[in-house]
């Protein structure tokens, strides 16, 4: 009797997990044909409380990607490979308070930051034409190179 219930849970778990995936990536699924863009692979393991690093998506994007990448993962690749990442609990996101400790080690001043400033910042970080923020560009400018 025990071993059925376990079973039971089981089965119930997968579901739940399962749903969670197939929902998530059905708001990504703009033509409503099981694929979606390669680009928003990301965003949908993030929106399931996964937090991989660069590296680990793009191996997670490699294992799920057909032998000619056409731009596009399909959801019977998809869900089965994050079924599994959901079920083993991996690539989970920090915790809050450690995420506030790093930011603490950067600010030691504690200095918020003006309407202005973040204005100004956000001003230089977005791109005019995309409407998205290229980090890599915006960290380049931000930065000051020492001489």
């Not at 039971?8 to 969670?20: C, G, T, V």
Request: hydrophobic share 35%.
């Amino acid at each position: 009797m025990a071993d059925s219930e376990q079973k039971e849970n089981a089965d119930s778990l997968i579901n739940d997990i399962q749903k969670r995936i197939t929902d998530a990536f059905d708001i990504f699924d703009n033509e409503n044909n099981k694929t979606v863009d390669v680009r928003e692979v990301g965003t949908i393991i993030r929106s399931l409380g996964c937090c991989p690093s660069e590296a680990e998506l793009h191996d997670m994007l490699s294992e799920i990607e057909e032998e000619e990448p056409t731009g596009y993962i399909r959801f019977e690749k998809f869900l089965p490979m994050m079924t599994k990442v959901l079920m083993e609990r991996r690539y989970k996101c920090q915790p809050e308070d450690l995420l506030l400790k790093a930011m603490q080690v950067l600010d030691t001043d504690g200095e918020p930051f003006t309407t202005e400033e973040l204005e100004e910042m956000l001003s230089a970080a977005v791109d005019p034409d995309k409407g998205t923020i290229l980090y890599k560009e915006y960290v380049s400018r931000m930065t000051v190179e020492e001489t």
